[in-house]
């Protein structure tokens, strides 16, 4: 079948790729690359990915191009799923002969939920969906193909066998030539990464067990599986030598530092390709691992913080304490290497005085950027049964992750501790980390040495300023 896989009209600046960590509008317009989509188009024939919002096109300018396909798959979160419903029902006004599905952890952990939303929505790809989605395409009869969710004529829902999990990960096509093929590498920007860069996965899975995080709970897995160092060395080889505009290589694994000696060797093969990289670690790599990741090229770590007080990482089971990132972070500055740091309000155990605790944290540790976010209880997650069982959410139900123009809510209340005062703690978090002085004179020495970086700051500057006064709205 004529496969379009899709991610649909959506918010301004809406991050649909970073699935597990940030799913909504950021405080700056960014968008991470779709590689949950790009990789099933590579194993499907003829097809196309399509990414709409980051195209910037619209509801009538993506229907007519869905016109020239066949089946439609849609990838979906719980954030996006209402305006998502929304497209599939447009497309099946339009041609009701369309075949549409959804893929993502949302459709994954509520499959039945899913189907129920929409007469529009066909089927539904639970577990990892890649041969999911290339079984489909080549018109395998829907009873045959495991993984797989889907109404019967009469309009039951039928649930086919479970799929097993993808071992060998070499397998799997480079999803790089994809992104070259379908999308516009320069309309991918993240305010910490190189522009243009570009973001693939070295494997799958997280050994961590943090219980608010999506992907491990629902699709990937708490076995981190992944490719050989000598296919990853090999993708990145094919994108120095295919797509030269790229100034940045990510890693977008949950913790690509997980298995060092693994991370090292790659290091090693980076260095001799001579290419710049980043990637996600935790805050507990020993500075010999650093060391050898900075003298072949990585620039920066995205790093998981997530608070600053010892016991709500201890009730997330982050696995990590502020002591070793505390040194994790000095080993990082004496190398160069820069970080940007992810820091979550309102997890179990938040207080105003765990607020205060972890921006003085944060301002300690002073990473170059930082992400505020709020926490969200993503169905299928730890968090959000604990949610459940003790009453956070507002009539035990998840209310909306987003609002209507895409930002981020607060979904969980304490009896001590209202969701809008979790709320309006993130912008006196930015407030208060980006409006010292000592920050001030980072960013503009960081801008004096170079116009494009002045550019690009002063740009940024306007969004976040926007971000605060609508926040604060």
């Not at 097993?164 to 397998?171: H, L, T």
């Amino acid at each position: 079948m004529k496969t379009l896989f899709l991610q649909a009209p959506s918010f301004d600046g809406f991050d649909g790729g970073a699935g597990s960590r940030y799913q909504a509008k950021r405080e700056i317009k960014s968008f991470w690359y779709p590689t949950w989509l790009a990789q099933p188009a590579a194993m499907v024939p003829g097809s196309r990915l399509l990414d709409a919002p980051a195209d910037e096109l619209g509801v009538q300018q993506t229907l007519e191009i869905a016109d020239g396909y066949e089946l439609i798959i849609i990838h979906t979160s719980t954030p996006s799923f209402a305006t998502d419903v929304k497209f599939a029902e447009a497309l099946k006004a339009r041609k009701p002969g369309f075949l549409i599905g959804m893929v993502g952890a949302k459709a994954a952990v509520e499959p039945d939920a899913t189907l129920g939303a929409s007469p529009a929505i066909d089927f539904v790809c639970r577990e990892e969906f890649d041969y999911t989605c290339k079984e489909v395409a080549e018109g395998r009869p829907l009873a045959d193909v495991t993984g797989l969710s889907y109404k019967l004529a009469d309009g039951t829902i039928r649930h086919n066998a479970p799929r097993e999990m993808i071992e060998n990960m070499d397998e799997l096509p480079f999803v790089a030539p994809i992104y070259k093929r379908d999308l516009k590498v320069e309309n991918y920007f993240i305010g910490y990464l190189k522009h243009p860069y570009v973001s693939i996965y070295t494997g799958r899975g997280c050994r961590s067990r943090c219980t608010f995080c999506l992907w491990p709970q629902t699709v990937g897995g708490h076995r981190y599986r992944t490719r050989s160092a000598e296919s990853v060395l090999a993708e990145v080889k094919w994108i120095k030598e295919n797509m030269p505009e790229v100034k940045e290589i990510m890693f977008d694994d949950d913790t690509f530092t997980d298995l060092r000696p693994r991370a090292e060797e790659i290091a090693r093969g980076l260095g001799k390709l001579g290419v710049t990289w980043s990637c996600n670690a935790k805050a507990n790599v020993p500075y010999s691992t650093l060391k050898i990741m900075k003298e072949n090229g990585l620039r920066l770590l995205l790093v998981g913080y997530e608070s600053g007080d010892d016991q709500i990482l201890l009730n997330i089971k982050k696995g990590l304490r502020t002591d070793i990132a505390r040194r994790f972070s000095a080993d990082c500055r004496q190398l160069g290497i820069t970080i940007h740091g992810t820091f979550i309000l309102g997890l179990p155990g938040e207080t105003q005085e765990t607020i205060e605790k972890t921006i003085r944290y944060a301002q300690d540790i002073n990473p170059h950027t930082i992400q505020v976010s709020l926490a969200a209880p993503y169905p299928g997650t730890a968090l959000y049964q604990q949610a459940l069982e003790n009453g956070w959410l507002k009539d035990r139900k998840v209310i909306s992750l987003v609002n209507e123009e895409g930002v981020q809510l607060s979904a969980l209340s304490y009896p001590h501790l209202s969701r809008e005062e979790i709320y309006h703690s993130v912008e006196v978090f930015y407030k208060r980390f980006y409006f010292r002085p000592s920050k001030i004179w980072e960013i503009v020495r960081e801008m004096l040495g170079s116009w494009e970086m002045t550019k690009r700051r002063l740009r940024e500057g306007v969004e976040f300023f926007h971000f605060l006064r609508s926040h604060e709205a």
